[in-house]
């Protein structure tokens, strides 16, 4: 008799994956009456999952070259996929942002904005073009460290990578969809004078007109996925470490001199890619 279990042809990426996808899938039932075509929310996400059982099930036995890609590479693809989707279901649940509260309790600890008086206390062109192009380093960070373990072949190691990036980013998207902040972008002035004439300026704000997700500054992301990158190419890949460490202390910079983040979403971000750094490898043996 043949004998097939789905458990075991799933990766510890599908887990996480398949577990956003059912979790934001079931809040969208819960709270439909605040979310503006939940129907397609579900029924898309429920095709995903199928999807995704399906790519793993025939992933058993042999798959064509570019089927294997899409079945290694999709985990990590789901990060501006989710990203991009994220804006609505952070208001399902609370139909409000946090924003006042955050920049309260940075009141309170730094006796003002850190994402304010950062630029103008160093209103340095260079350094605003320095850390705007660490911002702008964000995805490179992501595809870059796994990019490279993958076309070494180092296949165990970039699974275990790609499970801390796509689980770090999971958890902040169910953050948002509790406790949504928008940021000092949506808050407060734009950067002008001389630093918004950079080249690099310019660009990323000009992108984040169209691509940037409202509800998500807190914790940050950006941070959370770059430090936990940081600290996996340091352990796995020095070479690309010694590339990746600078921008991504320049990205935790970055975030909040650009207003793009409050200094608290940054903080809280570090801090989570270092605890899931910890975590990660744990429970990716638990679900292997």
């Given at each position: 008799m043949?004998?097939?279990?789905?458990?075991?042809?799933?990766?510890?990426?599908?887990?996480?994956?398949?577990?956003?996808?059912?979790?934001?899938?079931?809040?969208?039932?819960?709270?439909?009456?605040?979310?503006?075509?939940?129907?397609?929310?579900?029924?898309?996400?429920?095709?995903?999952i199928c999807g995704l059982l399906l790519l793993a099930v025939i992933s058993k036995d042999f798959l064509p070259l570019p089927l294997q890609v899409l079945r290694d590479w999709?985990?990590?693809?789901?990060?501006?996929?989710?990203?991009?989707?994220?804006?609505?279901?952070?208001q399902m649940a609370v139909q409000r942002y946090f924003d006042d509260r955050i920049i309260e309790y940075e009141q309170r600890l730094f006796n003002g904005q850190p994402s304010i008086y950062f630029s103008e206390h160093f209103p340095s062109r260079g350094l605003s073009e320095l850390l705007h192009l660490c911002y702008f380093s964000y995805y490179p960070i992501v595809f870059g460290l796994v990019g490279v373990l993958y076309f070494q072949g180092r296949y165990e190691v970039f699974h275990k990578v790609v499970f801390g990036e796509v689980l770090t980013f999971n958890l902040c998207l169910i953050w948002y969809i509790f406790m949504p902040v928008m940021g000092p972008r949506y808050k407060f002035e734009r950067i002008s004078g001389r630093l918004?004439?950079?080249?690099?300026?310019?660009?990323i704000h000009m992108i984040l007109s169209g691509a940037s997700s409202k509800g998500t500054a807190f914790p940050s992301?950006?941070?959370?996925?770059?430090?936990i990158v940081v600290l996996y190419a340091a352990?796995?890949?020095?070479?690309?470490?010694?590339i990746l460490c600078p921008f991504g202390v320049g990205l935790i910079v970055g975030t909040v001199y650009g207003r793009f983040h409050y200094a608290l979403d940054a903080?809280?971000?570090?801090?989570?890619?270092?605890v899931v750094?910890?975590?990660?490898?744990?429970?990716?043996?638990l679900l292997l």
């Open positions: 043949y004998d097939f279990n789905i458990v075991n042809v799933l990766r510890p990426s599908d887990w996480i994956t398949i577990f956003y996808l059912a979790a934001t899938g079931v809040l969208a039932c819960i709270f439909h009456k605040s979310l503006r075509w939940w129907g397609i929310y579900v029924v898309s996400h429920a095709g995903a999709y985990p990590i693809a789901t990060i501006p996929i989710f990203y991009l989707e994220i804006p609505p279901l952070t918004a004439d950079g080249l690099l300026f310019k660009l992301s950006h941070c959370a996925i770059g430090v352990h796995y890949h020095p070479i690309v470490f010694t903080i809280l971000g570090t801090v989570l890619g270092v750094f910890g975590v990660a490898p744990y429970l990716y043996r």
